[in-house]
């Protein structure tokens, strides 16, 4: 059975960078479509951040573009979410996401198209 495991959350200062890992084990998710989601209090899980499984294409949230960048190591079966800049407002529950191929990349933006998901970790940008 493939897990996925969320690190590098923490607090961080507005203003200030924060890498998060994903790290996959029991399986390699080499083919599948790898994405980052976010959860705050009271609102719905939202896809900030894809990538193909080839690393070639990658998509953002229009809110983290420019600031934020999603990028995969296959052969150590880690997917990376760089934050720069980070505001308040991106204090959330990260989460790691992955979906088999075949892929629709039409679809990387809703949180339901995505199969495994990791136990999150917690980010906290303070003013």
């Known amino acids: 059975q493939g897990q996925l495991v969320e690190s590098g959350g923490g607090l961080v200062q507005a203003g200030g960078p924060l890498r998060l890992s994903c790290a996959a084990s029991g399986r390699t998710f080499t083919s599948h479509t790898m994405g980052w989601s976010r959860q705050a209090p009271g609102k719905e899980r939202e896809l900030v951040a894809a990538i193909s499984w080839s690393g070639g294409m990658t998509s953002y949230a229009d809110s983290v573009k420019g600031r934020f960048t999603i990028s995969r190591d296959n052969a150590k079966s880690a997917v990376y979410l760089q934050m720069n800049s980070l505001k308040p407002e991106d204090t959330a529950v990260y989460y790691c996401?992955?979906?088999?191929?075949?892929?629709?990349?039409?679809?990387?933006?809703?949180?339901?198209?995505?199969?495994?998901w990791g136990q999150g970790t917690q980010v906290t940008v303070s003013s």
């Open positions: 996401a992955a979906h088999r191929r075949p892929s629709n990349w039409g679809r990387i933006g809703y949180p339901d198209y995505y199969e495994y």
